[in-house]
């Protein structure tokens, strides 16, 4: 099948883009062009391919199909060269030519409306190793996530190694334009230098409270006494939300308080930006009467209002189940056993840009992750000149819809 040009433009933006790489190899040694490495390694990963040797083997049985648009001089490289090349390049920039792809491709229909980043870490248990009788003990690659919801895709990470997530963050932060934006993270990570960050940089924040705050979490805590919340409930001082879901067998209530009364608290103002303090409350019924009750308590910059507060909150779990979820069941995480945490971080970043591409094509062709991807691995070239030619249209009508 001839492939025709415009059928393939934003296949071969994306090499364009990659070619703004820095290659870090010594120019005389250099056989294997970087651009065409990422590339391979893209449409493999699209193509439901989860390891090195993977890409070697779908290199070697599409050759035909890649010299089309790719020069791949020196032939296919080794599953180890794939490995090693990948392990050279600059994470940041990597992700960051990946962002701006997506940003081609994506309509938002209001560009106003704030963006909710989720920040959270993952381990993949597959990298790690146990001590040996000539090996050391090999700790997991354990990476901080932050997911945009106006995005729906990772939209920066940090590999995080001897040090964790929370003096993580303030690092992500300054790497992140966060006007419009709310950002969310578990109680963990609920630290004044994170809230202080945030602030700092322009964005907003509304996160967990949790018993790590000591005093904090009780003072809160008594506050939200019964009283209370029939007085925010009332609408005297703040707002109150209720929403119900079915789950399976069981009902699930949501009840959102928020409230901007904290002049109460004595040490307000170490908490950068702090506006509102807020309350969710989960009722889960079964089908058999028995219910189960639980609370979280929330600390926020927002001003008072519970729409954007409750959106923000229920928002926050895209991070685990639209990505998380999505890199351990489709793309097999925990089963990659790469010992190079710095090409393993990087294949995870292609991984999640990948991801990204999958769900916008499903929006065309209504199936599963699962089955684009092995309709791609049955038929790869057709399935992948379909792929980017639906991400074309996507970016023309972006430009119809703009005039």
């Known amino acids: 099948m001839e492939i025709k040009e415009i059928e393939i433009s934003k296949l071969k933006e994306l090499k364009e883009k990659s070619k703004m790489l820095k290659d870090e190899r010594q120019k005389g040694k250099i056989v294997y062009k970087i651009w065409d490495i990422v590339m391979v390694v893209i449409l493999v990963v699209l193509a439901d391919c989860n390891e090195w040797e993977e890409i070697e083997d779908y290199a070697k049985d599409e050759k035909k199909f890649l010299r089309k648009f790719l020069k791949l001089t020196g032939g296919i490289p080794s599953a180890k060269t794939y490995e090693r090349v990948i392990s050279l390049i600059d994470c940041q920039e ?3 030519i990946f962002v701006e792809f997506v940003k081609d491709i994506q309509f938002m229909e209001d560009k106003f409306f704030k963006d909710i980043l989720s920040f959270d870490g993952k381990v993949d248990k597959g990298s790690a190793r146990n001590k040996g009788y000539i090996s050391e003990e090999t700790k997991p690659l354990n990476v901080l996530n932050v997911y945009s919801d106006k995005l729906q895709m990772c939209i920066e990470q940090e590999m995080i190694e001897e040090t964790n997530e929370i003096t993580a963050i303030p690092e992500v932060i300054k790497r992140l334009d966060l006007t419009n934006v709310i950002c969310t993270w578990d109680a963990l990570n609920t630290q004044k230098a994170n809230v202080k960050a945030v602030i700092s940089n322009g964005g907003d924040y509304c996160v967990t409270l949790k018993a790590n705050q000591g005093n904090f979490y009780t003072d809160v805590q008594d506050y939200f006494d019964e009283d209370r919340l ?3 409930q009332s609408g005297y001082e703040g707002s109150y939300q209720l929403t119900r879901e079915k789950n399976h067998s ?3 209530t949501y009840e959102y308080y928020q409230t901007e009364k904290i002049n109460w608290y004595e040490e307000k103002e170490l908490w950068e930006g702090l506006k509102s303090i807020g309350l969710v409350k989960k009722t889960i019924e079964k089908a058999d009467g028995t219910k189960t009750k ?3 308590y929330y600390i ?3 001003l008072l209002n519970i729409d954007i507060f409750s ?3 229920r928002k926050h779990w895209n991070v685990e189940n639209k990505l998380h979820w999505q890199m351990d069941f489709a793309f097999k995480s925990d089963n990659n056993t790469t010992m190079n945490k710095k090409a393993l971080f990087n294949l995870q970043i292609i991984k999640k840009f990948c991801l990204t591409i999958l ?8 199936k599963s992750l699962k089955r684009i991807r092995k309709d791609i691995s049955r038929n790869v070239e057709k399935e992948t000149v379909e792929i980017f030619k639906i991400l074309r249209n996507f970016d023309t009508s972006t430009v119809s819809k703009s005039k």
């Open 230 to 232: 029939m007085i925010i």
């Open 250 to 252: 069981a009902i699930i």
């Open 300 to 302: 926020s910059s927002l």
């Open 294 to 296: 639980e609370k979280r």
């Open 94 to 96: 990597l992700n960051k």
């Open 311 to 313: 959106n923000t909150i």
């Open 359 to 366: 769900n916008e094509v499903k929006k065309v062709k209504n």
